[in-house]
């Protein structure tokens, strides 16, 4: 291994530039040429890169995902007037989702006998509301949103009554049709 | 050893260049104001290390992260330790970058011809800001799977595009298989690569322009004659940065480091809380201690102000920052800038009220109230002993206290009888109010009269 400085000879004269006073004036357009030919090669090539990365991270805004009918149980577990939790998985779950696939909603059978299914996310900013039976109310954990019964806001800082989810009865099932946590 | 040094540096210059950044002549007494910059670059470091260590055994996808978490937590060797390290690194990091920033602004150190160190500041602390809130999401339990959902309905708010963002937050329309994997590639490599870039940076201007000498009063900057007198000053009485100002960044920063472990080894990471299931609707999420104040920001915005505090004030927060070193002439005294530590008092103070006020969240409900004793009660005639039960059973409870029991959202009613009659107390509970339920539809007249019966017991 050889220390810095132990070649004691000079470095050898450069070599001369191959371009001549005679010449001189045709290099520069061919200069100008090749910086631009080396930027836009090097464009394109980042075009190529940042066109899939981009597309990739966006992905998820122009991915439609299927809306599902999921049963959540007999209608016969269901009594009139009760609102209770119910738990589906969400429309097209990845392998790896696991529990994070699984969404809930609070099922309410109406005095008429139909079915409303609130969305458990507060219109606030989206905390899990709980149900309190004997209130009657729905209390946000977060910022202390309340909603009555049927979703409309009793007090606090929610603007909006709860989302619903669409909800239908086949062959005696009560079915939930997967849907996206409502914002905004 | 020399010789082999020699070669390096003839085949590397870095010898060279390390010896120069090192010995550069740096002002006299800077004393310990000056090491917070250093101690965040030590806490990111260690961030670099503890983090690396954990994404070995970490696994990046929703529906496993919980349990490669409690392995880390519960049977990995130094899992917990390391766990705890990287939890208060980024506490520490959060804290120094902030006294950072704010020393920073009381000395003027951001005047000319340092307004590109400020500017690459600012955007490394929005960037710890984003490390910070991407990393307490990857304790992937309960409370992060709800604190994804807020944060996408805060991306929500935003007019126009706020469904899409609210879309991109979740990377898709619910919490899902995707949601953790984009905020572990953000938290773990883009994040940290623009961190890595931006230090880079903020280190040349450092090394560039030297570092800013303690501000005299009466020596205003100009750009004319600042950097001759500067240059002056360090050929008088500059002294080598290393060691003459380093050693105290070393005891610093290695004071940070050992707090960091002690506590780690002391007081442990942050407990999982229950497993990242969306359906498990006994949730009570809170953000980590450095968001807790926005947490009560929110809380105690009115509803009208909501989607610009949401929307607009960080915007503000942020052309703020960037604005500062617009001012790059003049006084660096805080004498002559008045406004300086008004204004960094003003921030800590409006923080560390919310902070207090999200500790406390007295807005929220307090669902584990348990009926009211009968010592409490007092009384043992029929009606009061039923308003008493349905005081609970209703719900009041959660909001209301009497003698120590209950929630804080609303008045105490510990004494409501000796400000309300009767009537009043019938009134309020019926027609509610802006903060209360109107319970007229889901109580009958027996219950209201029952209620009305025990709270006018309470003088």
Same mark, same amino acid.
């Given at each position: 291994?050889?220390?810095?400085?132990?070649?004691?000879?000079?470095?050898?004269?450069?070599?001369?530039?191959?371009?001549?006073?005679?010449?001189?004036?045709?290099?520069?357009?061919?200069?100008?040429?090749?910086?631009?030919?080396?930027?836009?090669?090097?464009?394109?090539?980042?075009?190529?890169?940042?066109?899939?990365?981009?597309?990739?991270?966006?992905?998820?805004?122009?991915?439609?995902?299927?809306?599902?009918?999921?049963?959540?149980?007999?209608?016969?577990?269901?009594?009139?007037?009760?609102?209770?939790?119910?738990?589906?998985?969400?429309?097209?779950?990845?392998?790896?989702?696991?529990?994070?696939?699984?969404?809930?909603?609070?099922?309410?059978?109406?005095?008429?006998?139909?079915?409303?299914?609130?969305?458990?996310?507060?219109?606030?900013?989206?905390?899990?509301?709980?149900?309190?039976?004997?209130?009657?109310?729905?209390?946000?954990?977060?910022?202390?949103?309340?909603?009555?019964?049927?979703?409309?806001?009793?007090?606090?800082?929610?603007?909006?009554?709860?989302?619903?989810?669409?909800?239908?009865?086949?062959?005696?099932?009560?079915?939930?049709?997967?849907?996206?946590?409502?914002?905004? | 050893?020399?010789?082999?040094?020699?070669?390096?540096?003839?085949?590397?210059?870095?010898?060279?260049?390390?010896?120069?950044?090192?010995?550069?002549?740096?002002?006299?007494?800077?004393?310990?104001?000056?090491?917070?910059?250093?101690?965040?670059?030590?806490?990111?470091?260690?961030?670099?290390?503890?983090?690396?260590?954990?994404?070995?055994?970490?696994?990046?996808?929703?529906?496993?992260?919980?349990?490669?978490?409690?392995?880390?937590?519960?049977?990995?060797?130094?899992?917990?330790?390391?766990?705890?390290?990287?939890?208060?690194?980024?506490?520490?990091?959060?804290?120094?970058?902030?006294?950072?920033?704010?020393?920073?602004?009381?000395?003027?150190?951001?005047?000319?011809?340092?307004?590109?160190?400020?500017?690459?500041?600012?955007?490394?602390?929005?960037?710890?800001?984003?490390?910070?809130?991407?990393?307490?999401?990857?304790?992937?339990?309960?409370?992060?799977?709800?604190?994804?959902?807020?944060?996408?309905?805060?991306?929500?708010?935003?007019?126009?595009?706020?469904?899409?963002?609210?879309?991109?937050?979740?990377?898709?329309?619910?919490?899902?298989?995707?949601?953790?994997?984009?905020?572990?590639?953000?938290?773990?490599?883009?994040?940290?690569?623009?961190?890595?870039?931006?230090?880079?940076?903020?280190?040349?201007?450092?090394?560039?322009?030297?570092?800013?000498?303690?501000?005299?009063?009466?020596?205003?900057?100009?750009?004319?004659?600042?950097?001759?007198?500067?240059?002056?000053?360090?050929?008088?009485?500059?002294?080598?940065?290393?060691?003459?100002?380093?050693?105290?960044?070393?005891?610093?920063?290695?004071?940070?480091?050992?707090?960091?472990?002690?506590?780690?080894?002391?007081?442990?990471?942050?407990?999982?809380?229950?497993?990242?299931?969306?359906?498990?609707?006994?949730?009570?999420?809170?953000?980590?201690?450095?968001?807790?104040?926005?947490?009560?920001?929110?809380?105690?915005?009115?509803?009208?102000?909501?989607?610009?505090?949401?929307?607009?004030?960080?915007?503000?927060?942020?052309?703020?920052?960037?604005?500062?070193?617009?001012?790059?002439?003049?006084?660096?005294?805080?004498?002559?800038?008045?406004?300086?530590?008004?204004?960094?008092?003003?921030?800590?103070?409006?923080?560390?009220?919310?902070?207090?006020?999200?500790?406390?969240?007295?807005?929220?409900?307090?669902?584990?109230?348990?009926?009211?004793?009968?010592?409490?009660?007092?009384?043992?005639?029929?009606?009061?002993?039923?308003?008493?039960?349905?005081?609970?059973?209703?719900? @009041?409870?959660? @909001?209301?206290?009497?003698?120590?029991?209950?929630?804080?959202?609303?008045?105490?009613?510990?004494?409501?009888?000796?400000?309300?009659?009767?009537?009043?107390?019938?009134?309020?509970?019926?027609?509610?109010?802006?903060?209360?339920?109107?319970?007229?539809?889901?109580?009958?007249?027996?219950?209201?009269?029952?209620?009305?019966?025990?709270?006018?017991?309470?003088?």
């Amino acid at each position: 291994m050889d220390a810095a400085g132990s070649d004691a000879s000079p470095d050898p004269a450069p070599p001369a530039p191959p371009s001549t006073p005679t010449n001189g004036a045709e290099m520069l357009p061919r200069r100008r040429f090749f910086s631009r030919l080396s930027t836009a090669v090097s464009a394109a090539a980042a075009v190529i890169v940042g066109v899939p990365f981009i597309g990739f991270l966006v992905a998820p805004l122009v991915r439609r995902v299927p809306r599902e009918w999921r049963a959540v149980g007999p209608v016969d577990r269901f009594a009139v007037g009760e609102t209770v939790s119910v738990t589906f998985q969400d429309a097209s779950p990845l392998p790896w989702s696991g529990v994070t696939a699984r969404t809930a909603a609070w099922l309410r059978r109406t005095e008429d006998g139909g079915f409303t299914a609130f969305s458990v996310n507060c219109t606030h900013l989206g905390c899990p509301v709980q149900w309190i039976a004997d209130a009657r109310l729905f209390l946000c954990p977060c910022h202390g949103g309340v909603y009555n019964a049927d979703g409309t806001v009793a007090a606090g800082p929610p603007p909006r009554p709860l989302g619903e989810y669409p909800v239908r009865v086949r062959s005696g099932r009560v079915e939930i049709l997967t849907s996206p946590i409502p914002f905004a | 050893m020399s010789r082999l040094l020699a070669w390096l540096d003839d085949r590397t210059g870095l010898v060279t260049w390390t010896r120069h950044a090192l010995e550069h002549p740096v002002p006299p007494r800077t004393g310990w104001w000056y090491v917070f910059g250093s101690a965040t670059l030590i806490a990111f470091l260690l961030q670099v290390v503890t983090g690396i260590a954990l994404a070995t055994a970490y696994v990046p996808a929703s529906g496993q992260a919980y349990e490669s978490l409690r392995f880390i937590s519960e049977q990995a060797l130094m899992g917990r330790f390391l766990r705890g390290m990287h939890y208060f690194g980024a506490s520490a990091m959060m804290l120094l970058i902030g006294i950072h920033v704010a020393r920073t602004y009381l000395m003027a150190a951001y005047k000319y011809p340092r307004e590109l160190n400020w500017l690459s500041g600012a955007v490394l602390l929005l960037l710890t800001i984003a490390l910070a809130f991407t990393g307490q999401l990857l304790r992937w339990d309960q409370t992060a799977v709800w604190s994804v959902i807020v944060a996408a309905a805060q991306a929500g708010k935003v007019p126009v595009i706020g469904t899409d963002l609210a879309r991109f937050v979740l990377a898709g329309d619910t919490v899902g298989g995707a949601t953790l994997s984009r905020f572990f590639a953000f938290h773990v490599f883009f994040i940290p690569a623009l961190v890595f870039l931006l230090i880079g940076l903020h280190l040349l201007l450092v090394l560039r322009h030297g570092i800013s000498e303690r501000p005299r009063l009466g020596q205003p900057v100009e750009e004319a004659t600042y950097r001759a007198r500067y240059d002056a000053m360090l050929r008088s009485e500059g002294v080598p940065f290393w060691p003459d100002a380093a050693w105290r960044d070393a005891v610093f920063g290695a004071a940070v480091v050992a707090v960091i472990a002690i506590l780690a080894v002391i007081v442990g990471p942050p407990e999982l809380g229950r497993p990242p299931d969306p359906s498990i609707l006994q949730a009570y999420p809170r953000p980590d201690w450095y968001f807790l104040w926005y947490f009560a920001v929110l809380a105690l915005t009115p509803t009208s102000l909501e989607t610009f505090i949401i929307v607009v004030a960080p915007l503000v927060f942020g052309a703020i920052l960037l604005l500062v070193p617009l001012s790059n002439t003049g006084e660096r005294s805080v004498r002559r800038r008045p406004w300086a530590p008004l204004l960094v008092i003003a921030i800590v103070t409006v923080i560390v009220s919310f902070w207090i006020a999200g500790a406390q969240a007295k807005w929220s409900p307090d669902f584990a109230a348990t009926p009211l004793p009968a010592e409490v009660v007092h009384d043992t005639s029929a009606a009061v002993v039923e308003g008493a039960r349905l005081f609970h059973s209703k719900g @009041c409870e959660f @909001c209301h206290q009497i003698a120590g029991h209950g929630g804080e959202r609303g008045p105490d009613l510990s004494n409501v009888a000796s400000r309300l009659t009767s009537q009043g107390i019938a009134l309020q509970i019926t027609n509610g109010g802006p903060n209360m339920p109107a319970y007229a539809r889901s109580l009958t007249p027996d219950e209201v009269q029952a209620l009305v019966a025990f709270l006018s017991t309470r003088k």
